[in-house]
């Protein structure tokens, strides 16, 4: 889900793709879509201006559709400012047609199946009041759910089961929602074949935004598919990992609006941050991924640091109780800055002669336990390092010998970024070696 909110991240860059009226880019704000889209949205107004007025759609190279400022944007501006009654919450979508089939059954939902529901049924109908919204959205998308057997193949494991759980969680509710349509409106039946529940599903997945769901009797809050609220227009905005904003909702105007903490110039792609997500989750959640992005990492598992400790050592089932005592297992991680401060820890820790190791917690105050220690855990990192190195190089080599998938980019991205990850962190350990 699209957590909209501050990205408490520090800049380390500008903004990405964000070149002022590039000649490739294309403004589609009179396209019939957009001009639909806004009319009907009937925008409110600060000081006489159209808060929405701020942006019009346009197609980027290299983002693709997004929104371009239309004049210059200060820190404090709110961008965007949709009115509550045009957000698709699950109240609008209890107060609809198939409303009261869902609180008159037995069966429970997330408010996820809920919208999902709400969203095969309305968009099908031709005099839906939600339709200029539904003109405006993708026909398809391009998480795992619109991947091919041989694309989740090409995933590393660890993003594999990711997208597996996700294929699993909706395959479930797909289930769900079928069996309560055949069972409850047989009517509608038709309408929801697999490829329209997963367009809808997908929909909310990759556009929702936070909104608090209150406890309800015909629902199941179930973390991963509730709070979430679809909002025209503003889902538009695309993600940038440095992106400074606040987004929620103004009681007083009664809408949802948000404010940017970012400066942009008249004709920039004006840009907001989801969440301090790294590829894998953007993949999975959103269907794209980032060239560059500050909250990559790479992962390492218990195992993989075992494996990479001399056998003399020594006590080894100790010393993982200890890292898992003290929570260090939670970010055995490096990134493009080197190594995890827990991964520097738990390399330390499990190397320890017996007779330090009872002051282990001095490691996590920050304290050294001799230049050995410190010496024998940056040799053993290198090592670490070069065996992952290793299985990340045959990894993309492997997916650039796949390159007929149609989301080959994403899956390339990705191994490319486990390579340039690995690469730096090894540069930085032979700096201090």
Known sequence: MRRLGRCGRARKKKFQNQGSNSKSDVAQANLPQFVQLQMWLKPQYKRGKSLNALLKPCDFKGTGRGLQATRK?????????IPMKHLITVHTALASVVGSYITRSQQKFTPQ?????????????????????FKSLPDVYSTPLYFSSADIRLLKPLIRKQAEGLRERFSRAAQSITNFIELNTPWFSHYFTKERICWAWSTVDTRSVYLYTYPH??????????????APFLDLLNHTDTAKMTADVNTKSQSYEIITEDSFKKYDQVFICY??????????????VLTQNINNTYVFTMDNLVSCVPA???HIERKVDILQEANLQRNLVCSMDGLSWSLSTALKIVLLPWKLLSKWKLLLQGASLGEDNERESQRVAVVLIKAALHDATEHL??????????????????????VDILNSTLTTLKEFS
């Open 113 to 133: 199946q809920i919208l999902t529901t709400f969203l095969v049924i309305e968009s099908c109908m031709e005099e839906s009041p939600w339709k200029p919204y």
């Open 275 to 288: 969440g301090a997500y790294d590829n894998a989750k953007l993949l999975i959640n959103y269907g794209f």
């Open 397 to 418: 080599d492997d997916v650039k010998r796949h390159p007929q998938g149609t989301h080959h980019k994403l899956l390339l991205r990705l191994a490319q970024d486990d």
């Open 217 to 230: 009797p015909s629902f199941v809050l179930d973390p991963e598919e509730s709070n979430v609220a679809l």
């Open 312 to 314: 003399s050592s020594g």
């Open 73 to 81: 944007i200060q820190p404090g501006d709110t961008i965007v400012s």
